[in-house]
C-alpha cells in the first residue's frame, strides 16, 4: 500500500507540473500572439477572436486538472489527466485542419497553416507572435501522455 501511495505521488507530480507546464504556455500564445487573437487582421470586434477563447478554455482545464491532481492525487485524476492530454495532443495536431476558418484559403491552405502553427520561423506576412510555441505546447501534451501511459502499465504489470 506505501509503494501504491508512492507511486500515486509520483505520478501526480509528473502529471500535475506538466499540466501546469501546459498552462504557462497556453498563456504565454494567448498574450503575445496578435494572430490569434484577431484571426490574421480579418476581426476587428474585441480584438479577441473565438480561436483564442477555446485556448483559453483549454488552458483553464489545464490548470485546474492540475490543481485537482496536486490536491488529490488519486488514480481517477490521473487517468482524467491521461485521457485529456492523449484528447489534446491529437487536437493541437489536428488544429490545422481549421485552416479555412483563420483565413488560409486555396490548395496550399492546409500546408500554410501547419506552417504558421508548427514553425519554427515567422510566418510571413503575420503579425506578431513568438514561432515555436505552439510545437511547445504540443510536445507537452503528447510527453505527458506517453509518459503517463508508459507508468500506468509499469505499474500495471507490478501488481
Request: net charge neutral; aromatic share 16%; glycine share 12%.
Amino acid at each position: 500500500m506505501a509503494e501504491e501511495g508512492k507511486r500515486l505521488g509520483t505520478g501526480a507530480i509528473v502529471m500535475a507540473s506538466m499540466l501546469t507546464l501546459s498552462f504557462l504556455v497556453t498563456l504565454a500564445i494567448l498574450f503575445t500572439d496578435k494572430n490569434l487573437q484577431n484571426d490574421f487582421g480579418i476581426y476587428t470586434g474585441s480584438g479577441y477572436f473565438i480561436h483564442w477563447y477555446g485556448l483559453l478554455i483549454t488552458g483553464i482545464v489545464d490548470v485546474i486538472g492540475a490543481g485537482l491532481i496536486f490536491v488529490k492525487p488519486s488514480r481517477l485524476f490521473l487517468r482524467l489527466g491521461t485521457v485529456w492530454t492523449g484528447f489534446m495532443t491529437a487536437f493541437t495536431i489536428g488544429d490545422v485542419f481549421l485552416y479555412s476558418e483563420v483565413g488560409f484559403t486555396g490548395s496550399n491552405g492546409l500546408s500554410q497553416f501547419a506552417s504558421y502553427l508548427f514553425g519554427l520561423s515567422k510566418f510571413p506576412g503575420s503579425e506578431s507572435y513568438i514561432p515555436g510555441l505552439y510545437d511547445v505546447l504540443v510536445a507537452i501534451y503528447a510527453l505527458t501522455f506517453v509518459l503517463s501511459i508508459v507508468s500506468m502499465a509499469v505499474h500495471r504489470n507490478k501488481s
